[in-house]
């Protein structure tokens, strides 16, 4: 017999093991998604107050169980509450539903070669991590799969070992720099030096003729002595001796001034070779220093050249897989890309612990279900336990037999890829953009899945089947593929293999079954380019 058990979701108390005056309609359980179950309740049961004095039923705060006879057959919370009337309208979203809509806002995360299994348990891990977010929900199962590559860690390592280059390059630059000014100070006052000897040599030169000048006015002087001397006139000797008396101190006095002269000219040439020294000793070390910063600029080129290299790489390979805060990742939405791109699938288990239902997340690689092919497994006929006439959809607008993908990065450097099939068909490309493709190998993978979807363009998107001999309840379950058949109005004959990806238990004892084509699914199987 079924009964509902509510639980407090933030805390998982339980409130009610047999909750009594709800209805159930039918509910959905899906395929690596979230399935549903709408529940039916009067207002006043609806309105009840719990024992933790909240209320019973609260949008994102109950959790509610159908459980029947110890199996737990659906279990979700309330997201949604209509008020119709005498009658609440509640819908029930299975539990995985609380993984999306959360961003990871964690550390930032870096893994390469690690099990896509693992990332999905770090994420769910993560959402759960917070108060109030808490609801049991847990992860089994490992794949063969490993996604990331220690491109991003070599990467990080080449950056920071170019910055580093560049940061010497930098500082041994800035000291050849300092040393240029030094030596180019010292040359301009070299340069200044010069000037002033120059004016020094030219001083002593006109002191030089003074003196010439100086020594001939005494000479005359003194031959004018000579001469007085001989007219025996005392005046004249006395002016004569005079004379030569002043010439004698003209040279006296202009000897002194070119010897103050040359002096200084002598001080200057001494000055003004130190600093030509010094510019020596200033231009090796500048010699020396560029020597330095040579090397410096070749490691930093080298370093370059790395760096590059490991970026190219990371390009290639997509790198790391990468959880960062910054890009605000919606959790769930992360988890459905990782079962799509490994491939694996992820279905919903319930089990009862200490008395307490409990949700576990179960991930099977490459798939979970099987095929339902022997003597023994249900089949699928129209008119024997499919209730509903077939109707198989074909639309040529989605047939392509080449698929061109543009991913991440801008113009001529963006990710582009075209893989093809050829199948004695008129060549149609389909386009696929997604700015979230950062690697070759994801391109790869997405295309390969995109180009087997778009082969086969009939198939039969749902079938309702009865509760018969050929197809008891329980007998086939989400995941496995089954051979659908019958005959279709003007269309004949039909019969493809699908892959069940949904089940709605109606209440009549029905039961649809959601469906995708079989070889829609890759499993991880390639296609060649």
Same mark, same amino acid.
């Given at each position: 017999?079924?009964?509902?058990?509510?639980?407090? =979701?933030?805390?998982?108390?339980?409130?009610?093991?047999?909750?009594?005056? !709800?209805?159930?309609?039918?509910?959905?359980?899906?395929?690596?998604?979230?399935?549903?179950?709408?529940?039916? &309740?009067?207002?006043?049961?609806?309105?009840?107050?719990?024992?933790?004095?909240?209320?019973?039923?609260?949008?994102?705060? @109950?959790?509610?169980?159908?459980?029947?006879?110890?199996?737990?057959?659906?279990? %979700? &919370?309330?997201?949604?509450?209509?008020? *119709?009337?005498?009658?609440?309208?509640?819908?029930?979203? +299975?539990?995985?539903?609380?993984?999306?809509?959360?961003?990871?806002?964690?550390?930032?995360?870096?893994? !390469?070669?690690?099990?896509?299994?693992?990332?999905?348990?770090?994420?769910?891990?993560?959402?759960?991590?917070?108060?109030?977010?808490?609801?049991?929900?847990?992860?089994?199962?490992?794949?063969?799969?490993?996604?990331?590559?220690?491109?991003?860690?070599?990467?990080?390592? /080449?950056?920071?070992?170019?910055?580093?280059?560049?940061?010497?390059?930098?500082?041994?630059?800035?000291?050849?720099?300092?040393?240029?000014?030094?030596?180019?100070?010292?040359?301009?006052?070299?340069?200044?030096?010069?000037?002033?000897?120059?004016?020094?040599?030219?001083?002593?030169? /006109?002191?030089?003729?003074?003196?010439?000048?100086?020594?001939? /006015?005494?000479?005359?002087?003194?031959?004018?002595? @000579?001469? #007085?001397?001989?007219?025996?006139?005392?005046?004249?000797?006395?002016?004569?001796?005079? +004379?030569?008396?002043?010439?004698?101190?003209?040279?006296?006095?202009?000897?002194?001034?070119?010897?103050?002269?040359?002096?200084?000219?002598?001080?200057?040439?001494?000055?003004?070779?130190?600093?030509? /020294?010094?510019?020596? !000793?200033?231009?090796?070390?500048?010699?020396?220093?560029?020597?330095?910063?040579?090397?410096?600029?070749?490691?930093?080129?080298?370093?370059?050249?790395?760096?590059?290299?490991?970026?190219? $790489?990371?390009?290639?390979?997509?790198?790391?897989? !990468?959880?960062?805060?910054?890009? #605000?990742?919606?959790?769930?939405?992360?988890?459905?890309?990782? +079962?799509?791109?490994?491939?694996?699938?992820?279905?919903?288990?319930?089990?009862? *612990?200490?008395?307490?239902? $409990?949700?576990? &997340?179960?991930?099977?690689?490459?798939?979970?279900?099987?095929?339902?092919?022997?003597?023994?497994?249900?089949?699928?006929?129209?008119?024997?336990?499919?209730?509903?006439?077939?109707?198989?959809?074909?639309?040529?607008?989605?047939? +392509?037999?080449?698929?061109?993908?543009?991913?991440?990065?801008?113009?001529?450097?963006? &990710?582009?890829?075209?893989?093809?099939?050829?199948?004695?068909?008129?060549?149609?490309? *389909?386009?696929?953009?997604?700015?979230?493709?950062?690697?070759?190998?994801?391109?790869?993978?997405?295309?390969? =899945?995109?180009?087997?979807?778009?082969? $086969?363009?009939?198939?039969?998107?749902?079938? @309702?089947?009865?509760?018969?001999?050929?197809?008891?309840?329980?007998?086939?379950?989400?995941?496995?593929?089954?051979?659908? $058949?019958?005959?279709?109005?003007?269309? %004949?004959?039909?019969?493809?293999?699908?892959?069940?990806?949904?089940?709605?238990?109606?209440?009549?004892?029905?039961?649809?079954?959601?469906?995708?084509?079989?070889?829609?699914?890759?499993?991880?199987?390639?296609?060649?380019?």
């Amino acid at each position: 017999m079924e009964r509902l058990v509510i639980q407090r =979701a933030t805390t998982g108390d339980v409130l009610s093991y047999d909750f009594r005056g !709800a209805s159930r309609a039918a509910f959905t359980r899906e395929l690596s998604a979230v399935g549903t179950m709408p529940l039916t &309740i009067g207002a006043a049961q609806a309105k009840t107050t719990a024992s933790d004095g909240l209320p019973m039923f609260d949008e994102w705060g @109950t959790i509610v169980t159908l459980d029947d006879d110890g199996e737990i057959r659906f279990r %979700g &919370i309330v997201t949604d509450v209509q008020y *119709a009337g005498p009658e609440w309208k509640l819908t029930l979203s +299975a539990l995985p539903t609380v993984l999306y809509g959360i961003p990871y806002d964690d550390t930032p995360y870096y893994g !390469a070669e690690v099990d896509p299994a693992s990332i999905v348990r770090k994420l769910v891990a993560h959402v759960q991590s917070y108060p109030d977010s808490d609801v049991g929900l847990t992860v089994v199962g490992s794949t063969p799969v490993r996604v990331g590559s220690f491109s991003t860690q070599r990467r990080i390592e /080449a950056v920071a070992y170019y910055n580093e280059k560049v940061a010497d390059y930098k500082a041994e630059n800035k000291k050849l720099q300092d040393l240029r000014k030094i030596v180019a100070g010292t040359r301009k006052t070299a340069a200044a030096q010069r000037t002033s000897r120059a004016n020094s040599s030219k001083d002593l030169t /006109a002191a030089k003729k003074a003196l010439t000048a100086a020594k001939s /006015a005494l000479t005359k002087a003194k031959s004018a002595l @000579t001469a #007085a001397k001989k007219t025996k006139d005392s005046a004249k000797i006395a002016a004569a001796q005079t +004379a030569v008396n002043n010439a004698q101190a003209g040279v006296t006095s202009a000897t002194g001034v070119v010897n103050d002269r040359q002096a200084a000219l002598n001080g200057r040439d001494s000055t003004l070779d130190t600093t030509n /020294a010094r510019i020596k !000793a200033q231009q090796a070390d500048v010699d020396a220093q560029a020597a330095i910063v040579k090397t410096m600029k070749e490691r930093k080129d080298k370093a370059s050249e790395l760096k590059n290299a490991a970026q190219q $790489q990371e390009s290639d390979d997509g790198g790391a897989y !990468a959880l960062e805060p910054w890009e #605000a990742q919606d959790c769930g939405r992360l988890i459905d890309d990782l +079962a799509k791109d490994a491939p694996f699938d992820w279905v919903e288990e319930h089990y009862w *612990a200490s008395d307490v239902p $409990q949700t576990r &997340i179960r991930i099977a690689h490459p798939r979970t279900g099987r095929r339902l092919s022997g003597d023994s497994d249900p089949s699928f006929q129209q008119g024997v336990n499919i209730t509903v006439q077939l109707q198989p959809a074909s639309t040529g607008s989605d047939y +392509a037999n080449t698929v061109f993908g543009i991913g991440a990065g801008e113009g001529a450097g963006s &990710i582009r890829r075209t893989i093809s099939k050829r199948d004695n068909r008129i060549r149609r490309v *389909a386009t696929l953009q997604s700015k979230d493709i950062k690697s070759k190998q994801d391109m790869t993978t997405r295309l390969q =899945a995109e180009l087997i979807a778009r082969q $086969q363009n009939l198939a039969v998107d749902s079938i @309702t089947v009865a509760n018969h001999p050929n197809s008891p309840r329980g007998s086939y379950s989400i995941g496995d593929d089954i051979y659908v $058949q019958g005959d279709v109005p003007h269309y %004949g004959r039909f019969g493809l293999w699908h892959r069940i990806v949904g089940i709605t238990e109606n209440t009549n004892g029905t039961t649809e079954v959601s469906l995708r084509l079989t070889d829609s699914f890759t499993y991880g199987a390639g296609v060649e380019a």
